[in-house]
């Protein structure tokens, strides 16, 4: 069965500073997603990687896809307050019921 | 303008009082999927349908019917609800091969089984 873990779950920093989350699946994978989701709101896509060694940036996000290590990375250059969201990774299940496999979602809190 | 749209937004029902959450999208997308999201679990999956007539299962598709009779719709039904379906979800839809392409989602419902 798929399972998809993100750490951390919570995350509050300084605006200006760098930080990553970590997504971590368990089953073969070359489909990873990110979303993002602000308070009461619906989930926006920010990335999709298709392959080993995928890289995306849009602004001061880049993420990142290692399938042999089973982990994806979404990097924050730089934080603003505007970045402060939930981040889901999501993995494609690819055998049985089509289905994207959710982590728990980050709460990245910046503040000023 | 590319749409998911689901009604109601917001609900707030007694237990055993049968209702429906409607689920439309223009981007005539074969793919279309149900999650409900829970603090510190994610979303996950109840029922998906790859086109008009197939539906299947997801992860957590007890307590929970869906139906596909035309492409644009899919219908969340809750026939008896109870307490632990409060929730808040999410409709998705997406182009037929799910591996390549994002899924689109709509603004979500949020109920509340009394």
Known sequence: ELKVEQNPLFLS????????IYCNYSTT?????????????SLESLFVLLSNGAVKQEGRLMASLDTKARLSTLHI????????????????????AQKLVFGQGTRLTINP | EAQVT????????????????TC????????????????????????????????DKGDVPEGYKVSRKEKRNFPLILESPSPNQTSLYFCATKVGDLMNTEAFFGQGTRLTVV
Not at chain 1, 33 to 40: E, T, V
Not at chain 1, 82 to 95: E, K, N
Request: hydrophobic share 30%; aromatic share 14%; proline share 3%.
């Open chain 1, 29 to 41: 994978s070359d489909r990873l997603y990110w979303y993002r989701q602000d308070p009461g709101k």
């Open chain 1, 77 to 96: 250059t730089a934080a603003v307050h505007d970045l402060s969201a939930t981040y889901f990774c999501a993995v494609s299940q690819i055998q049985g």
């Open chain 2, 24 to 55: 439309s999208q223009n981007m005539n997308h074969e793919y279309m999927s149900w999650y409900r999201q829970d603090p510190g679990l994610g979303l996950r999956q109840i029922y998906y349908s790859m086109n008009v007539e197939v539906t």
């Open chain 1, 13 to 20: 920093m300084q605006e200006g500073k760098n930080y990553t």
């Open chain 2, 6 to 21: 689901q009604n109601p937004r917001y609900l707030i029902t007694v237990t055993g009082k049968k209702l429906t959450v």
